[in-house]
């Protein structure tokens, strides 16, 4: 019987049936996809074949998006699978969410070809300084081309983010506290999970969402996620990741050499464009960061 993932514990799976019934199961542990070193080998959004409550098979992705938690660590996760795109909530402050994890977010959805949207939240503490920055951030993403939103989750006004939503399949992702559970309940007008304060020592979230679910609206559907620290790379080869930053790889074309890695090569477009400011320094060195990791991974 064929049915989809729709939460994951990690230890067990619910798994909706095409009839519309929610069944509990379990994976044997010898259970292995080919081809991916993971630590789940089923995630949430995957279909599958049950036998009782055994997942037994499971159909080829359409794609799927995997996090690796640290640069060193070997073990990667696969955040979910067969999604439209990924909504990455970021909030400038309370808590801080770095250019660099934006950036490595969003590289990563490059890789995977996985339209990334991004979310701007809790407009409504922000003060007039963040609030410039908030708008220098959206343009600075539009001008790359990607797709932004500033929103306060707890105070409606969403139907822009309804709009984006409507029809796909949307991972939901970000570091602990920045909302996402929060908007989830507020685009279904109702609690659908828990949410939690952010601590005020920290200034971070608490991890409170700890399994990853998807939810149907409408048309739609939405996964939350549990909030994510960092974002270590995927395997990247050196000369791959400036395709990952959409507009170092179109300045890139213009480099005297073919293989440059915009880093002290002569007649590099990309450092010229730097140094004009068409390209933003955040944006490269988020890039340098990714490239060090390729460095880092080469002596492993
Ligand atoms: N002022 C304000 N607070 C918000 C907004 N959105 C969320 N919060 C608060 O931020 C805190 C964390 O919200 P959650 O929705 O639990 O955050 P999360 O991203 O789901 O966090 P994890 O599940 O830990 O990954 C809660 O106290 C929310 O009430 C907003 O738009 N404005
Ligand atoms: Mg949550
Ligand atoms: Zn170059």
Redesign the pocket.
């Known amino acids: 019987m064929r049915g989809l993932v729709i939460k994951s514990t990690g230890s067990s799976y619910i798994v909706r049936m095409d009839d519309g019934s929610d069944v509990e199961c379990h994976i044997k542990g010898n259970f292995r996809i080919r081809g991916i070193r993971s630590t789940n080998p089923v995630a949430v959004g995957d279909y599958v074949q049950i036998d009782d409550d055994w997942i037994v098979d499971v159909e080829e992705r359409k794609n799927y998006i995997i996090r690796r938690s640290t640069n060193l660590s070997k073990e990667s996760h696969i955040l979910a699978a067969n999604i439209d795109q990924v909504a990455l909530?970021v909030t400038i402050n309370h808590p801080i969410t770095s250019t660099i994890f934006i950036d490595r977010f969003l590289a990563t959805s490059e890789a995977y070809r996985i339209p990334a949207l991004l979310i701007f939240?809790?407009?409504?503490?922000m003060t007039d300084e963040e609030s410039a920055r908030i708008d220098e951030l959206r343009e600075l993403y539009e001008s790359i081309g990607y797709t932004t939103l500033a929103?306060?989750?707890?105070?409606g006004h969403l139907s822009a983010i309804q709009d984006q939503l409507s029809g796909k399949v949307t991972l939901l992702s970000?570091?602990?506290?920045?909302?996402?559970?929060?908007?989830l309940n507020a685009l279904f007008g109702k609690e659908m999970t828990r949410?939690?304060?952010?601590s005020d020592a920290h200034d971070k979230?608490?991890?409170?969402?700890t399994f990853s679910e998807m939810y149907f609206l409408n048309d739609g559907a939405i996964i939350?996620t549990?909030?994510i620290k960092g974002f270590g790379s995927v395997d990247m080869q050196r000369e791959e990741v400036s395709h990952y930053f959409r507009e170092i790889f179109r300045v890139g074309a213009d480099c005297r050499f073919g293989n440059c890695t915009h880093t002290n090569e002569p007649g590099c477009a990309v450092q010229e464009a730097l140094i004009k400011g068409n390209i933003a320094i955040s944006r490269y060195e988020s890039y340098l960061s990714l490239l060090g990791d390729c460095e880092e991974s080469k002596y492993r």
């Not at 979230?205 to 969402?209: E, K, Q, V």
């Open positions: 909530v939240n809790k407009l409504d503490i929103i306060s989750a707890i105070s970000g570091n602990s506290g920045v909302g996402k559970s929060t908007l949410t939690g304060k952010i979230g608490m991890h409170t969402t939350d549990p909030g």
